[in-house]
């Protein structure tokens, strides 16, 4: 029996092994193309002597069928690849999943049962994208009343690192969406305003709004836990939080938009210009005319003086 079961034994261990999923591997060209496309994603990517990488790649293997059944997404790995970059500021191994190009990294344990869990309950993006026209509606900022807490991520089109973070952010919107709100906002185009409301000079920076308070996100830390648990209690150790700045007033916004409008074209400022200067001229020419030509009143006044006499 004994014998039996040591000729079976290499036989069952070959026949779990080529029974589990191998997982394709792309080069970043089949990758950028498949993240442009239309299907959503699922890449690890990994490197090489990396037990981790190892490890985490085998618990795909063990649920690729089933990511692929329940959340309808494509399973590669990417080994070696320059575009971890673009995605996680830990780097490898990463585990992301693109929905139709928005990326979700996978915060947790290496669990298969977690994965799954965490790539099903979150198709569509957590974060919310805020702007100036927008974002006293939704957050209710003033008056820290109806749309509950909100983590806010002040980010700038040439500021590299807040691309990096883009995956990670939508981490922990998925993590504390039933818990507040997990936006963005650009603080040099859509939300310049409110960047300016705010005090925000750089990028990135992150702000809670609770109940009427600013906290502010000092860590240099930028992990998923981190903005967590400053979400979710290490905000309290700020005993002396900042009152939510007023809303700027729209008029002004409308005016200062309109004055820089016309400072960044100069056929504009010229035409203006041009227009001032002949009022100006219109305005001078009558005062000369009229100190000239005396009014009748200014005539009949004189011709009473001169009969007076």
């Given at each position: 029996?004994?014998?039996?079961?040591?000729k079976l034994l290499p036989l069952l261990i070959v026949a779990m092994v080529c029974g589990a999923a191998v997982i394709e591997q792309?080069?970043?060209?089949?990758?950028?193309?498949?993240?442009?496309?239309?299907?959503?994603?699922?890449?690890?990517?990994?490197?090489?002597?990396?037990?981790?990488?190892?490890?985490?790649?085998?618990?795909?293997?063990?649920?690729?069928?089933?990511?692929?059944?329940?959340?309808?997404?494509?399973?590669?790995?990417?080994?070696?690849?320059?575009?971890?970059?673009?995605?996680?500021?830990?780097?490898?191994?990463?585990?992301?999943?693109?929905?139709?190009?928005?990326?979700?990294?996978?915060?947790?344990?290496?669990?298969?049962?977690?994965?799954?869990?965490?790539?099903?309950?979150?198709?569509?993006?957590?974060?919310?994208?805020?702007?100036?026209?927008?974002?006293?509606?939704?957050?209710?900022?003033?008056?820290?009343?109806?749309?509950?807490?909100?983590?806010?991520?002040?980010?700038?089109?040439?500021?590299?690192?807040?691309?990096?973070?883009?995956?990670?952010?939508?981490?922990?919107?998925?993590?504390?969406?039933?818990?507040?709100?997990?936006?963005?906002?650009?603080?040099l185009e859509a939300g310049i305003s409110t960047a300016k409301r705010f005090g925000i000079v750089e990028s990135p920076e992150f702000?809670?709004?609770?109940?009427?308070?600013?906290?502010?996100?000092?860590?240099?830390?930028?992990?998923?836990?981190?903005?967590?648990?400053?979400?979710?209690?290490?905000?309290?150790?700020?005993?002396?939080?900042?009152?939510?700045?007023?809303?700027?007033?729209?008029?002004?916004?409308?005016?200062?938009?309109?004055?820089?409008?016309?400072?960044?074209?100069?056929?504009?400022?010229?035409?203006?210009?041009?227009?001032?200067?002949?009022?100006?001229?219109?305005?001078?020419?009558?005062?000369?005319?009229?100190?000239?030509?005396?009014?009748?009143?200014?005539?009949?006044?004189?011709?009473?003086?001169?009969?007076?006499?």
């Amino acid at each position: 029996m004994s014998v039996l079961l040591g000729k079976l034994l290499p036989l069952l261990i070959v026949a779990m092994v080529c029974g589990a999923a191998v997982i394709e591997q792309v080069d970043d060209t089949d990758l950028i193309h498949m993240l442009t496309g239309e299907d959503n994603v699922i890449v690890l990517f990994t490197k090489n002597n990396c037990p981790k990488c190892d490890e985490l790649e085998q618990t795909l293997e063990n649920v690729e069928k089933e990511l692929k059944e329940n959340v309808g997404a494509i399973v590669v790995k990417a080994m070696n690849s320059h575009m971890v970059n673009l995605y996680d500021p830990t780097k490898e191994p990463a585990l992301i999943y693109f929905r139709r190009g928005v990326p979700l990294l996978y915060y947790g344990e290496n669990n298969a049962e977690d994965i799954v869990r965490m790539f099903s309950e979150n198709p569509e993006p957590a974060v919310k994208e805020l702007a100036d026209d927008n974002f006293e509606h939704l957050t209710q900022a003033s008056t820290g009343a109806t749309t509950g807490d909100w983590l806010v991520f002040f980010y700038s089109a040439d500021c590299v690192f807040c691309l990096r973070l883009h995956a990670t952010w939508e981490a922990v919107g998925a993590h504390l969406k039933h818990r507040l709100n997990v936006a963005r906002i650009n603080r040099l185009e859509a939300g310049i305003s409110t960047a300016k409301r705010f005090g925000i000079v750089e990028s990135p920076e992150f702000i809670l709004l609770r109940q009427g308070k600013v906290y502010r996100y000092k860590s240099k830390l930028y992990t998923a836990q981190q903005f967590i648990d400053f979400a979710t209690k290490d905000f309290a150790k700020q005993t002396n939080p900042e009152a939510v700045p007023p809303e700027v007033n729209n008029m002004n916004n409308f005016i200062t938009e309109q004055l820089k409008t016309m400072g960044d074209n100069q056929q504009i400022v010229f035409i203006v210009g041009g227009v001032v200067v002949l009022v100006i001229l219109a305005a001078l020419l009558i005062k000369c005319k009229a100190s000239k030509n005396p009014t009748p009143a200014t005539v009949k006044k004189s011709n009473k003086a001169k009969k007076a006499k």
